[in-house]
Every structure is written in structure tokens, then in C-alpha cells.
């Protein structure tokens, strides 16, 4: 299974910008994908995720502010971010897994939130 994750930029205080996960290979081994962001010195940290029972969860510091969604046409799961923040600056990533753990990880998009 490889992951591409796309859609990061540079963006203002509250503006938007929405993150792509695109899944190819035997993608029917998955069965949930996870977002993640790293900061500048800091641990990287659980976004949220969604699985293919449409369960869809959040991290506190996000909610409301993201959404998951997913495209199963286009293998492709989306992170919408709103409301963006000089905090939510990150690379992001995107994970696969089929069971509790995160078996495949894309590449980082490179997310900056400035003026």
C-alpha cells in the first residue's frame, strides 16, 4: 500500500486549506486512515482518523475546526481545515492501517499558518 498526502501551502491565520490522502496498491488490506501532524520540535500527534465503518474521531485541539471525509472512488481521504491557526503549523502525514496499528505512512505536506 503507498500513501501520497498533497495540499499543504502557506496560509493565513483563519484561512483554510485541505490535505489529501490518496491510496494505491492492495488497498483492500486497509481498513482505516489515520492524519498526524509534527511541529517544529515537538512529538508528532494524532489529527484524527476515520475507518471504513465511517467512524470518524478528532483530536481536541482540532475539533470542530477539521473534517475527514473520504472519497472511495478516488482512494482518496480528505482533511479539510478551517479556521486555521499559527499552532496548526505541521508537517502532515497520512497512515493505513488494518488493525491497530498504522502499517503504511505516507509522505509529509508541509503546512505553515502566518501572516
Known amino acids: 500500500v503507498q500513501l501520497q498526502a498533497s495540499g499543504g501551502g502557506l496560509v493565513q491565520p483563519g484561512g483554510s486549506l485541505r490535505l489529501s490522502c490518496t491510496t494505491s496498491?492492495?488497498?483492500?488490506?486497509?481498513?482505516?486512515i489515520g492524519w498526524f501532524r509534527q511541529a517544529p520540535g515537538k512529538e508528532r500527534e494524532v489529527v484524527g482518523g476515520i475507518n471504513w465503518n465511517k467512524n470518524i474521531y478528532y483530536a481536541d485541539s482540532v475539533k470542530g475546526r477539521f473534517t475527514i471525509s473520504r472519497d472511495n472512488a478516488r482512494h482518496t481521504v480528505y482533511l479539510q481545515m478551517n479556521s486555521l491557526k499559527p499552532e496548526d503549523t505541521a508537517v502532515y502525514y497520512c497512515?493505513?492501517?488494518?488493525?491497530?496499528?498504522?502499517?503504511?505512512w505516507g509522505n509529509g505536506t508541509l503546512v505553515t499558518v502566518s501572516s
Open positions: 497512515a493505513a492501517g488494518s488493525g491497530s496499528s498504522w502499517d503504511y
Open positions: 496498491g492492495r488497498t483492500d488490506s486497509i481498513y482505516r
